[in-house]
């Protein structure tokens, strides 16, 4: 059974930084591709980035590159979600989904996803 897990959120300082964490169980990352997306509350899902081995990785905002990065741990079957000078608009829950192969910026083409990690910005 294809499953995701999310870890990783909590509370941090403006300025701050988290790792987040998307252990996947049930296939191999080699033929999915993975998507970090956060809701805040009110608001719409938005995607945030996507690695696969097919398509490499994508940033799907401009208002995190350069402050999140996005990697992965093949033997550990992980993806990550490093998040730093995080600022109190980056508050939202942090979900991980899957889909097959290649990356994409349309949140309906994933599949699977995760039950979602709490990440709240604040002095």
């Known amino acids: 059974q294809l499953q995701l897990v999310e870890s990783g959120g909590g509370l941090v300082q403006p300025g701050g930084s988290l790792r987040l964490s998307c252990a996947a169980s049930?296939?191999?990352?080699?033929?999915?591709?993975i998507g970090w997306f956060r809701q805040a509350p009110g608001k719409e899902r938005e995607g945030v980035s996507c690695t696969s081995t097919r398509s490499g990785t994508a940033d799907f905002s401009d208002s995190m590159k350069g402050r999140f990065t996005i990697s992965r741990d093949i033997a550990k079957n992980t993806v990550y979600l490093q998040m730093n000078s995080l600022k109190p608009e980056d508050t939202a829950i942090y979900y991980c989904a899957a889909r097959g192969y290649y990356c994409s910026t349309r949140i309906t083409q994933y599949d699977y996803w995760g039950q979602g990690t709490q990440v709240t910005v604040s002095s």
């Open positions: 049930g296939f191999t990352l080699d033929d999915y591709a």
